[in-house]
C-alpha cells in the first residue's frame, strides 16, 4: 500500500511564491502540519515500513515527521515540477503566459523553459511502477510536492482527464492507493 503526502508549509507557500526546486526548510507551522499527519497516521495504525521522498529538504523532513522511525529514501523522479525562470515568481501577480497555463493545464503547454506536465507524469509513473512489487508487500509513505503528487494521481488514475492538474492540494494532504491483483487501485484522499 502506498500513500502521498504533500510537504508541509514552507516561507514560499505563505509568501504565495511558486516554489518549484528551490530548497526550502518547512515553517515551524510546516513542521505542526506533518507531526498531525503523524497522529492521524498513528490514530488508524498505519506503521510505515519505508519513506520515499524527493530529495528537497521540506520533503524530507515531512517525510521524517510523519513516519519516525522509518528510513528515508530520496528519488531524483519525486522533486517537484521544474518551473525554469518563473522559479520564486510571485503568484500574485503571475506572467500572463503563466496565467495561461494555470487557467487550462490540459490544454496549455507549459511556458518555454517549463517543465511539461507530460515529463512529470512520466517520471512520477516510472518511480510508482519502480515500486509496486515493494508496495504490494509493505507500507509506504511517499512524500513529495504538490505538482509531483498531481502526476502521480493522473498516472494512477488514466480516465482523469487531467482533473487533478487543477484540484488544490494543500500542505500535508494524503492519499492512498493499495494493489489488488498486482495492480494499484485508484488513489483516494484520506485528509
Not at 513542521?31 to 521522498?53: L, N, P
Not at 507549459?110 to 512489487?133: C, N, T, W
Request: aromatic content about 8%; charged content about 25%.
Amino acid at each position: 500500500m502506498i500513500y502521498i503526502i504533500r510537504h508541509g508549509q514552507t516561507d514560499k507557500n505563505k509568501s504565495n511564491s511558486l516554489q518549484g526546486r528551490s530548497d526550502d526548510p518547512l515553517t515551524p507551522n510546516g513542521k505542526k502540519q506533518a507531526e498531525e499527519a503523524c497522529k492521524r497516521f498513528q490514530e488508524q495504525g498505519i506503521v510505515f515500513d519505508v519513506v520515499y521522498s524527493s530529495p528537497l529538504i521540506r520533503a524530507v523532513d515531512t517525510g521524517r515527521l510523519a513516519a519516525p522511525g522509518a528510513p528515508v529514501v530520496t528519488d531524483e523522479r519525486l522533486i517537484e515540477m521544474d518551473y525554469g525562470p518563473y522559479e520564486g515568481m510571485d503568484l500574485t501577480n503571475p506572467a500572463p503566459e503563466v496565467i495561461t497555463f494555470f487557467s487550462d493545464f490540459v490544454h496549455n503547454p507549459a511556458p518555454d523553459g517549463m517543465e511539461q506536465l507530460s515529463s512529470v507524469v512520466e517520471r512520477a509513473g516510472a518511480f510508482i511502477e519502480s515500486i509496486k512489487e515493494e508496495a504490494s508487500q509493505k507500507t509506504i509513505l511517499i512524500s513529495t510536492h504538490a505538482i509531483a503528487m498531481k502526476g502521480i494521481l493522473e498516472y494512477l488514475t488514466p480516465d482523469s482527464g487531467g482533473a487533478y492538474w487543477s484540484k488544490y492540494i494543500g500542505n500535508c494532504a494524503v492519499y492512498r492507493a493499495e494493489i489488488r491483483d498486482g495492480e494499484y487501485t485508484v488513489p483516494t484522499e484520506i485528509f
